[in-house]
């Protein structure tokens, strides 16, 4: 019944922005801390952002202070990362996670390259 749909990976340029958004079903979305992780090619996945079920606390993996936001609209059961500043090795696939354990989005590729 959990159902996690991320969106909106694409290719972009270095220096890019791009919007990921994550679509859930299934449970009660506004109870969960949510998260991102993203996992490049011959890589670990990796958590890349957290976000209290409130939205009042975020964390953030090193790489991506200052670049990516991470943001959640618990009226539309949905939690979105905001990438700006986008880097090559900002290549992986996104996925969304409910908390840091647990049910997995499909994940949504994105590209960044010139």
């Known amino acids: 019944q959990v159902q996690l749909v991320e969106s909106g990976g694409d290719s972009v340029q270095p220096g890019g922005s791009l919007r990921l958004s994550c679509a859930a079903s299934?449970?009660?979305?506004?109870?969960?801390?949510m998260s991102w992780y993203r996992q490049a090619p011959g890589k670990e996945r990796e958590l890349v952002a957290v976000?209290?079920?409130?939205?009042?606390?975020?964390n953030y993996a090193d790489s991506v202070k200052g670049r990516f936001t991470i943001s959640r609209d618990n009226a539309k059961n949905t939690m979105y990362l905001q990438m700006n500043s986008l880097k090559p090795e900002d290549t992986a696939v996104y996925y969304c996670?409910?908390?840091?354990?647990?049910?997995w989005g499909q994940g949504t590729q994105v590209t960044v390259s010139s």
């Open positions: 976000i209290t079920s409130a939205g009042g606390n975020t």
């Open positions: 299934g449970f009660t979305f506004s109870k969960y801390t």
């Open positions: 996670r409910r908390g840091i354990q647990g049910y």
